[in-house]
């Protein structure tokens, strides 16, 4: 498995947006599947993501103009969601599961570990913009406690030592 | 007992729909379309199955609810946001077999006459779904879903929709918000999902599990699933063992084995030698159950009968190094973190006991605070609230409190003086004598 790193496009290119060709096409896709625009809302934040990294107000306001919708309502959905990032997230974002059996089973000397190894606490990114650490709920994987997120992909039943050994190969490869 | 569920798990190449076809897979489905709608659903019914997602309510029963003569469209959603905590079994089924969830989608979505259904996943999990894409993609290559399947004239399409965090989305009315591109704000319910659901319209919401459960149920019969388990708990059931057990995983069995059975025997007994303290057995919203109540069945008749729930099927287990007062303080964190604020009782409620969780677990705790603590779970647990949530965090809470009130005990005794600026919420003093104290 290699994990993705992400891209996210600086904040003073995503002020404004227009969606290209590619972009519209996938939109017209989702379209299809529901009776509403509004559903496609998701869908298509989910899109922009993949695409930009983050989700910016610039990114909200295209988003609102194609599902005319406000920008304030679709500000609220990003908003409730935690998955949308609303800063340029770090290119690996380290997602710990802090809930019930992931402390049980050493989620908190992973976390102590992370703050040795790289220096930042829940919700700091290193000053590279390398690695951003999240503290997050249960992950539904709680059978490979404790359990971390990289970006899109899972690691289970993670020590110390390996995830010293996946921090390095991480930083190797971006 | 045989593995029905989970027969894929360690089959080469298990996910593909040629070994799933070989494996009798989209018999059910043939066989449910020769039959009218009405018969499968009575099938269903006979089986006796109850829902797996949480509240184990007899799924056949609410297909019925689904008015026959509606005229507009109908949807089906499979709930597979599976974010219950300790619960990882939607994921077990999806990894090794997508085909059987698409072909249990097939037959409820007949079963009630929609011909949209939507699988709502939680957005974490995007591998599980490209994994439901591709085997969508291959269902329809094969002509089980699509138009005019199978020259039945019946017509179905399921798409794959990501949720994007939020453990209330699983609730099954938030998840329709969500669905229609909302925030995930539970509705008040009646109407029930049943008459008035996503777009307005008749929807049923199913688990990824009890929707596994329909191809087996159609091709093997409703007496068949009925005669695993125990009356009115009948069939196989998936437990999510984990925490502080030798195995971790998950372990299909018959309902109405024993906890003990679960922990010892199949998950393999506590690690490093330690003993058992306690678990919950269906998920952090079910009441705790100590040691002395591992033998307590495991099936939703029984687990109700204990004060508690079987839920999900997720057993948590803990061991005695744990402290009970940390265990109130992770799942405070949970529950305050996610609850979607529309109710006053869940939203401060779940936020004061997280504040006195903290200061109990950093040594400030005061005499008052576990009968606090009580009393706030007391206000968000008797219907207050829009949706279960409200139960979800203050029953288990007010079981740690009850069945461990020594430890809450012990941690007040160890306290410091207060100093006043670390007080997010004063210490109740005296009876208040409006609300019955
Ligand atoms: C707070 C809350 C969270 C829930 N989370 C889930 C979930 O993650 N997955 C799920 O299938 N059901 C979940 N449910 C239960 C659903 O509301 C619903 O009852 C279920 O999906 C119905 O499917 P079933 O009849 O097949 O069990 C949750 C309920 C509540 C109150
Ligand atoms: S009980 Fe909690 S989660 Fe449910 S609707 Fe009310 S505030 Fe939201
Ligand atoms: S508690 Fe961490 S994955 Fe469930």
Redesign the pocket.
């Given at each position: 498995m290699k994990t993705q790193a992400i891209h996210a496009v600086p904040p003073e290119q995503l002020q404004k947006v227009t969606f290209d060709e590619a972009m519209e096409k996938r939109i017209a896709e989702i379209f299809e599947r529901y009776p509403t625009k509004r559903a496609a809302m998701l869908p298509v934040l989910w899109l922009c993501q993949e695409r930009y990294g983050w989700i910016s107000p610039g990114v909200i306001a295209a988003v609102a103009e194609r599902l005319e919708e406000s920008p304030a309502f679709v500000e609220g959905v990003v908003s409730f969601y935690t998955m949308f990032h609303r800063q340029p997230p770090a290119k690996y974002v380290l997602q710990l599961c802090v809930t019930l059996s992931c402390e049980l089973c050493g989620a908190k000397t992973l976390a102590h570990h992370i703050k040795e190894r790289l220096g930042i606490g829940f919700g700091e990114k290193t000053p590279d913009g390398t690695f951003q650490l999240l503290g997050v709920e249960c992950l539904g994987a709680c059978g490979g406690a404790p359990v971390i997120q990289v970006n899109e992909d899972y690691y289970e039943n993670m020590t110390p030592e390996k995830l010293d050994q996946l921090l390095s190969e991480l930083a190797r490869e971006q | 007992m045989e593995s029905v569920l989970l027969r894929a798990r360690g089959v080469a190449n298990s996910r593909d729909i040629t070994t799933y076809l070989q494996a009798g897979g989209w018999e059910g489905f043939k066989k449910a379309l020769s039959m009218p709608p009405e018969a499968v659903t009575q099938e269903v019914i006979d089986s006796e199955l109850r829902?797996?997602?949480?509240?184990g309510?007899p799924?056949g029963r609410?297909w019925s609810f689904v008015p026959k003569d509606h005229p507009g469209p109908k949807y089906l959603i499979c709930?597979a946001?599976?974010?219950?905590p300790g619960?990882f079994k939607d994921r077990e089924i999806i990894e090794y077999d997508p085909q059987m969830v698409l072909e249990g989608i097939a037959i409820a979505s007949y079963a009630i006459g929609a011909h949209t259904a939507y699988i709502y996943i939680r957005g974490e999990f995007f591998r599980w779904a490209k994994i439901l894409e591709e085997a969508i993609a291959q269902a329809r290559a094969h002509g089980f879903l699509g138009k005019d399947i199978l020259n039945t004239g019946y017509d179905l399409d399921v798409w794959v929709h990501r949720g994007a965090g939020a453990?209330?989305c699983?609730?099954?009315t938030a998840l329709i918000e969500s669905l229609e591109g909302k925030r995930g704000f539970p509705r008040l319910k009646p109407p029930f999902p049943a008459v008035v659901g996503v777009f307005g319209k008749p929807t049923v919401?199913?688990?990824?599990e009890?929707l596994a459960c329909l191809p087996h149920i159609m091709t093997r019969g409703a007496r068949w699933f009925a005669s695993i388990g125990r009356p009115r708990n009948t069939g196989p059931k998936l437990f999510c063992v984990s925490g502080h057990v030798n195995r971790p995983g998950v372990y299909e069995l018959p309902l109405g084995v024993t906890f003990r059975e679960i922990i010892f025997e199949h998950a393999g007994g506590i690690r490093n030698g330690r003993k058992l303290k306690a678990f919950f057995p269906g998920g952090s919203s079910a009441p705790v159950l100590t040691a002395d109540e591992v033998d307590v069945v495991a099936d939703f008749d029984s687990c109700a009968a204990a004060g508690t729930m079987l839920g999900?099927g997720a057993v948590i287990v803990m061991d005695d190094t744990v402290d009970m007062v940390e265990v109130g303080r992770n799942l405070a964190h949970f529950y305050a973190h996610e609850s979607c604020g529309q109710c006053t009782p869940c939203r401060e409620g779940s936020d004061w006991c997280l504040d006195i969780l903290n200061r109990l677990v950093q040594g400030y705790g005061h005499p008052s605070d576990p009968d606090q603590l009580l009393r706030i779970c007391r206000f968000a647990s008797q219907g207050m609230t829009i949706?279960?949530?409200g139960d979800?965090f203050s029953l288990p809470i007010s079981s740690l409190v009850s069945k461990f009130r020594n430890e809450f005990a012990a941690a007040i005794a160890r306290a410091k003086p207060i100093p006043p600026k670390k007080l997010p919420v004063m210490p109740w003093v005296g009876k208040d004598v409006r609300f019955g104290g």
């Open positions: - | 829902g797996r997602g949480g509240a309510f799924t609410k709930n946001d599976e974010s219950e619960t453990y209330i699983g609730e099954e919401v199913n688990n990824v009890t999900s949706c279960p949530l979800a």
